[in-house]
């Protein structure tokens, strides 16, 4: 079998971090702005997903009210990736029924827009979950999470995939980035330095993964699109003839992509996932 890489473009958003509420909302704006351009303008970007939050629609619409139409045609194209949540919350500080809310509000902005809601429970920078999260997810539909926090590949034979299950007994199949979020954030605009650099981080990735199939995560906190990405990955593809697939992805094509070659002897993993990250 043929490895791909899937890379998934992607932003991390902060609302108020190092900078107040106000700056980052014009870094948003300016970001979901020149992303709808990069869409409309280049037809094989495949997709960009907004780390399935949906509040930063509702702070971008407050700025731009008058792109909603324009917003809404890409997030029905499948080309905007928004939910199922409605921000990225810390489930250590809030309550279970917070969380539920959380993705109910999330779920019924997305419907607003005419689409269901990404089907992946993506908690990407959440440090730590508690033991319930499979059942809350299980409740909405999710039989799948991606996460960065919580579990180390050591407690997972080694591995990034692995079945968790929570406190009821309640399974989602779970995916951990154990190259982080920001995994392939660095392909160059040069066709053979790009080559270098897939071959690079599948190698990495390809440590851990129980099947030929790598998440690499194309964005990190605040970044941008890329617009040379859809040139880049014909230029690798055909330079590497076969060696390994390069794939402009999404979450979900990932997930659905190792799921149809998992091995049966996956990791269970029960209870709330606190182990810190490995050096």
Known sequence: MTPVLHVVSHTHWDREWYLPFQSYRMMLVDNIDRTMDLLESDPDFRAFHLDAQTVVIEDYLEIRPGNRARLQKHIQSGRLIIGPFYLLNDQWLVSGEAIIRNLLLGHKICREFGVEPMQVGYVADNFGHHSQIPQILNGFGLDNAVLGRGVTPSSLNGKSEFIWEGADGSKVFTHLMACWYNSAYSFPDDSEKAVTYAKQISAQM??????????????????????????????????????????????????????????????????????EKEA
């Open 206 to 275: 390809g440590q851990f993964a129980s099947v030929p199939h790598y998440l690499g995560m194309d964005g990190c906190d605040h970044l941008f699109a890329r617009p040379y990405l859809s040139r880049i990955f014909k230029d690798i593809n055909q330079a590497l003839n076969g060696e390994l697939e390069v794939r402009h992805s999404t979450l979900l094509e990932f997930i659905n992509s190792v799921r149809e070659n998992l091995p049966s002897d996956l990791k269970v993993y029960k209870g709330e996932l606190r182990e």
